[in-house]
Structure formats: structure tokens, C-alpha cells
């Protein structure tokens, strides 16, 4: 009877330490929380239950109070901001860069593009693999006259945002056309939910090019290409490149920023940071304080020691400006109004 009583104990007690906390968004950073988490929850016992909807869904489940934090690849803007029921904060945890993949049978070496190419073939006005406009970047390789399929995301999409974004600051006519936005008015193309679901079609389909987050690229083995920076130099996605187009930008008090088409002469065009989004004060979003307790402590750590999982991952760590408010936004959370 005493061993019965003492086994319950114990029990009662592992029940009560074990911590959970759940989040959904973005697909962009998908594979690096994914080892975050596993890893997280290996040293301090708190599982942590990310899903991978997209930034759009990501950031409708926190308005609603659903999820203790969202993953987005871009900032809620002021308008969205206002929809919530108190303050919602933004953090953030890697920088990533986003790839026009392909799958051209024959081609091996790495094709060029220029942002007004890429604008043009999601404007439906490049068709074929063997366009002028891709042969003259291009010289001495052979490219097959394939009709391009062109794939991209049918959910909202923090990727989308990131892509659309970048190609509205070097098209005046995709500005003009299409805009930037998590969900699009496409022009072409064949959508697929989740950075997974782009690659899926580029992988099957000869012919085929889309946009998805490097990670997603290199896990498929597809090809990439490189793309030409507002310095006119033609550069290939990696980690530092990345990292790069957040050098000598001005990183706001709320961390909300684009870094799409970077001045940096090294830095890759189309890299952004992906972000955490959560309550101010966590009575509001709807957690308890122990709940709250334990999302500060994993947002501290994915900030600090959680770091050293971006780069083998093909994300770039949080440059020392970045992570150091970060740390602020994470000590300005409260519970009850009282400070955690």
C-alpha cells in the first residue's frame, strides 16, 4: 500500500513538471523549430507543439488566442496588429533566405536570375526555360525549350510575403500588378500549400519553377538558382549571404523589419527574418502564469542557446543587434500586469 501511495506520488509529481505549450505558423522555419523543440524539451522535459499552417494562419490562430505564440516569416502589420485583444509582440529567432528552385533535366550548373526575370515569369510574360530574357544571363549553358511550370503557395504565406516583397521593390510593374502579401491575386501558376508543397511540385515536374526557403530546397535535392543583389552581383543563397542582408540595417525597438534587396554588396536579395509572435501580457492571450513562465523561459533560450541549431540547418543566426532586443521584448512580458 505505502509503494502504491509513493509510485501515485511520484507520478502526480512528473505530471505536474511536464509543461507543454503549442504554436503554429510559418513552414519557412519549420525544419529548424523542429530540432529547437525536440532538443528543448531533451533538456528541460516542456514539449513544445509547433504546426506548420503557413505565416497567414500562424497569426489568425494567435488573434484568436488559440496557441501560446505564431510563427510568421513577416511582421503583423499596425492594421492586423489591431484585430488582436491586447498587445502582441515580435521576435526574432533566424534569418532565412528564400530560393528560386527548378527542375531542369540536363542543367547542372547554377542559372542566374535577375529580380525583373523572376517578376516577369510570375507575371506569366516569360513562358519558356529558353527565353531570351534567361539565355542572356546565361551564356554557354544549354536550356531546354520546356514550357516553365510555374509553382507557388495557395495558402497565406509568410514565404509569400517574403518573395512578393522583394519583387515589388525591383519590379515597378509587379509592384503596380500584384503587390506584396501573405495571399496574392497570381497572375499564373499552381498552388501548393507549404513551403513542402511547392518543392513537391518543382521535384515532380520537369520544367517546373518555385519559390520556397533554402532548407526546403536542399532537403529535395532541387536545383537553385543564384540572384542578382541591388550591388548587380549575382549570389547563391547560403548562410552567409543571408546574414548579410542584415548587416547595417536599422533593427526597430519592435524588431519589425524587412531586409529584402539589401544594400550589403555580399548580402543575398531575398533573406528575411522569421519571427515568434506572442501576448504582452499572457493573462490576455489566454495562458495561465505557469504557461506563461515557461514561453518566456523556451523564447529565451531559442534566442540564445537555441542559436547554435540555425546554421547547421542552413539559417543564419541572430546578428548581436537583433538578439540583444530580442532579450528586451522577452523581459517586457507580464502577467496580470505584473512583470514575469
Known sequence: ??????????????????????????????????????????????????????????????????????????????????DAPAKLLHIPTAIGAVVPSYNLPGVSAPLKFTGKVLADIYLGKIKLWNDKAIATLNPGVTIPPLPITVARRSDGSGTTYVFSDYLSKVSSEWKSKVGTGNSLD??????????????????????????VELVYAKQNKLSYGAVQNRAGKFVLADNGPASKAAEGVVIPSDTRVSIT???????????????????????????????????????????????????????????????????????SMTYGGKKL
Open 1 to 82: 500500500m505505502k509503494k502504491t501511495f509513493l509510485l501515485g506520488l511520484a507520478l502526480v509529481a512528473t505530471t505536474a513538471s511536464a509543461q507543454s505549450l503549442t504554436g503554429a505558423g510559418a513552414s519557412f522555419p519549420y525544419p529548424l523549430y523542429s530540432k529547437m523543440f525536440a532538443e528543448y524539451k531533451a533538456a528541460t522535459g516542456t514539449s513544445v507543439n509547433y504546426q506548420s499552417v503557413g505565416s497567414g494562419s500562424g497569426q489568425k490562430q494567435i488573434i484568436e488566442r488559440t496557441v501560446d505564440f505564431a510563427g510568421s516569416d513577416n511582421p503583423m502589420s499596425d492594421e492586423a496588429l489591431k
Open 186 to 211: 497570381w497572375p499564373v501558376g499552381t498552388g501548393a500549400k507549404g513551403n513542402d508543397g511547392v518543392a513537391g511540385i518543382v521535384k515532380s515536374t520537369p520544367g517546373a519553377l518555385g519559390y
Open 261 to 331: 534587396n539589401s544594400a550589403n554588396a555580399d548580402a543575398y536579395p531575398i533573406a528575411s527574418f522569421t519571427y515568434v509572435i506572442f501576448y504582452q501580457d499572457q493573462k490576455y492571450g489566454n495562458r495561465t502564469e505557469v504557461q506563461a513562465k515557461e514561453l518566456k523561459k523556451l523564447l529565451g533560450w531559442m534566442t540564445t542557446s537555441g542559436q547554435q541549431y540555425n546554421e547547421p540547418l542552413d539559417y543564419a543566426k541572430l546578428p548581436a543587434n537583433a538578439a540583444n532586443k530580442a532579450k528586451s521584448i522577452i523581459n
